[in-house]
């Protein structure tokens, strides 16, 4: 029993299932949004998506990473925000764009390693560690300025206006572009490097990786030095995209990845899931917000409230799933 | 000298109070006058008085996150519910036509703490019944949850003026503030409940191992929807004490990362987050050095916005001389004895 055959009559590897689940809530959202609002069905409003949330889908496939080896990393949002702020407050000293980006991925990345050091060597919980983490990077972004500075260097002006047209009135951002490449980065590293098939190990059980010889110290570490890399990678995406620093950019945006992550079909047990899914999860719940926006009438907090139905649905579904499988 | 401070140092709560005496100290240092406590106008004063007034909510949320832990569980959505029974009560009381009776306010407390109730058993059947991860479980009702505070405030800070529901977040009763006689009175009961009866020997049962309590007859899930919903009630409590205290009701910023905190607290209090057991005092202890903190960052004159720095660091300092393998790297188990009561067996290490 380790397919499932859907009305297709196509059979598909059970693994596949949240992920096809996901895509099909996808597209059924998007089919009544097209159905119910006048020149919703366009390319350019999954587009948009992309554009408003390309910050929010680098920094869940971070996340994915950290969840895959069955860890959390709760500093994710607080990273991006101290990312915007340190990329703020050195431009606004006048340094030049790239350094600035480079020390800025190189925070993100020292940061993310020290939390996975402290929680691989001194065996403590990754929820305890990075909830601290997320208190440092938080203290840290309040310590340089609490007001918001405002970025106006031409280079990172340049990433947020640029337009790239795809023909047909369609285009995108070069964040997009960049998150794209992330994506599939992290796609090929999980599914085809040595390190990705360590993630899986580690998730599945720790101890079995360990006793198999595989590098578990060197994995876990390494996951959250590519989640603290997300992070500050999302958080530039979210200066080109907000044009300022500010220390309560991406309050909360941790939620919002580990729900993409959950709702892209990743069991936060670690050791199943897919790149893929995080994508649909970050793609589905842009749509929520897109619809609530042509909707009009609906106030912001249906979108946290339609946020936890969807999150309810798609755990009751996996649970589903795991306990047919099981038997 | 080893030899007669070794069972201090290797009691549990041993680090946790030497940082909380040593973060009152410090204060003292900065603050004069700091463990005086005055009588005024029948009321008591002092700094000390007001780092448990301050931290009442903190303790109560704690108090119910600790039963939750010590079952291998976790709730995080004691923030939503700290903000749900605030707004709901505070909603009431301002469709009242006189804010000042009694009996209104009653009822609005009531339906706040039992819509409370059966948010609490939500989380609980969602873990008990449906099987699903605490974390997640309750990760759906910490999203949605703040949705549902800012339905019921529509997005607005109700502002409210009762004096009965004043009372219970910033009023005194026999010279003591009500807050801090709420929190012992449920401390004392809950002490009661888990110490002298045997639910706490129950919830430490099912936290150590759910399967196998069930198998030697503990109702596995009766237990753990009960620690989910007194969780919930203590949340609902502290969000009437927060919302009491200033008065209004807001959906968006109540009780706003407190779950953190609490988390916080319980841990530092020496409760594993891996459960099988936990520790009262401690919690509490955890959560008065988290209020401490606040309250010596503003004493001592740092900048308020450090907070959340000083609030890391105490917080990694604390849970690394805890760590055992912390401890074991970096002290190279000096001080061991050769009849060392053996370690507790480790359980497998459940990621949070």
Not at chain 1, 234 to 252: R, T
Not at chain 2, 150 to 155: A, H, R, V
Not at chain 2, 269 to 284: A, D, E, N, Q
Request: hydrophobic share 55%; glycine share 12%.
């Amino acid at each position: 029993m380790t397919t499932l055959t859907v009305p297709g009559r196509v059979r598909v590897p059970r693994k596949y299932v949240p992920v096809l689940v996901t895509a099909g809530l996808f597209l059924a959202m998007f089919a009544a949004g097209g159905i119910r609002y006048e020149g919703f069905a366009t390319g350019q409003i999954i587009l948009n998506v992309f554009i408003d949330n390309a910050f929010l889908l680098v920094v869940a496939v971070g996340m994915t990473f950290v969840i895959l080896t069955g860890g959390i990393d709760l500093s994710v949002g607080s990273v991006v925000a101290l990312s915007t702020m340190v990329a703020a407050t050195l431009l606004k000293h006048g340094w030049s764009p790239w350094p600035v980006m480079l020390i800025v991925l190189l925070i993100g990345a020292v940061l993310g390693l020290g939390m996975g050091a402290i929680i691989h060597y001194f065996e403590i919980q990754p929820f305890i560690v990075t909830l601290a983490g997320m208190f440092l990077a938080r203290g840290l972004c309040f310590t340089i300025d609490t007001e918001s500075i405002p970025i106006d260097n031409s280079t990172f002006t340049a990433f947020a206006q640029t337009r790239i047209d795809l023909g047909g009135d369609m285009w995108i951002s070069p964040s997009v572009v960049i998150a794209v490449v992330v994506v599939i980065a992290a796609a090929y590293v999980l599914h085809y490097t040595r390190f990705g098939r360590n993630v899986y190990a580690t998730g599945g059980s720790e101890q079995s990786a360990l006793l198999m010889g595989l590098p578990v110290a060197r994995t876990k570490i390494g996951v959250y030095t590519i989640s603290g890399f997300c992070s500050a990678l999302g958080g530039l995406l979210l200066s080109f995209y907000m044009l300022s620093g500010y220390g309560l950019h991406a309050v909360g945006m941790e939620l919002d990845a580990i729900a993409a992550v959950v709702i892209g079909g990743t069991l936060l047990t670690g050791g199943s899931g897919f790149l893929l899914g995080t994508v649909l999860g970050v793609l589905v719940l842009g749509l929520i917000q897109t619809i609530i926006s042509f909707e009009g009438t609906l106030s912001s907090w249906w979108t946290r409230i339609f946020i936890g139905l969807l999150l309810f649905v798609f755990i009751l579904l996996q649970r589903l799933f795991s306990a047919r499988s099981r038997r | 000298m080893t030899a007669f401070l070794g069972p201090f140092l290797r009691h549990r709560l041993f680090w946790p109070v030497v940082i909380l005496v040593g973060l009152l100290l410090l204060n003292l240092v900065f603050t004069d006058n700091f463990f005086h406590v005055e009588m005024k106008d029948d009321h008591l004063y002092g700094s000390l008085i007001d780092i448990f007034r301050f931290g009442a909510p903190l303790i109560l949320v704690s108090l119910g996150m600790t039963l939750v832990i010590a079952t291998s569980g976790i709730d995080l959505s004691v923030g939503s519910v700290v903000a749900i029974s605030g707004a709901l009560a505070c909603l009431q009381i301002s469709d009242l036509g006189n804010q000042n009776s009694v009996g209104g306010v009653l009822s609005a407390v009531g339906v706040a703490l039992l819509l409370s109730l059966v948010l609490g058993a939500w989380n609980g059947l969602l873990v008990a019944g449906v099987g699903i991860q605490p974390i997640i479980a309750t990760l759906i009702l910490m999203v949605a949850g703040r949705g549902l505070a800012q339905l019921i405030t529509q997005g607005q800070i109700i502002t409210i003026n009762s004096s009965p529901y004043k009372l219970i977040g910033g009023g005194y009763w026999l010279t003591v503030p009500f807050g801090i006689i709420i929190v012992i009175a449920v401390l004392a009961l809950t002490a009661f409940l888990t110490r002298r009866l045997a639910l706490g020997l129950l919830i430490e049962s099912v936290g150590g191992n759910a399967e196998a309590s069930r198998l030697a007859g503990i109702g596995s899930r009766a237990v753990i929807i009960t620690v989910y919903t007194f969780c919930a009630l203590c949340a609902g409590i502290a969000g009437l004490m927060i919302s009491s205290n200033v008065s209004s009701a807001d959906g968006n910023n109540a009780g706003l990362w407190i779950e953190l905190d609490a988390i916080l607290a319980v841990v530092i209090g020496g409760t594993p987050l891996s459960g099988g057991r936990f520790s009262l005092g401690g919690t509490v202890l955890g959560a008065l050095i988290i209020q401490t903190l606040t309250t010596t960052i503003y004493s001592i004159g740092v900048p308020p916005q450090t907070t959340l720095l000083f609030k890391a660091l105490v917080v990694t300092i604390v849970c690394l001389l805890q760590s055992p393998a912390f401890r074991a790297k970096v002290f190279h188990r000096r001080r061991r004895p050769a009849g060392a009561p053996p370690v507790a067996e480790e359980k497998v290490r459940v990621s949070a």
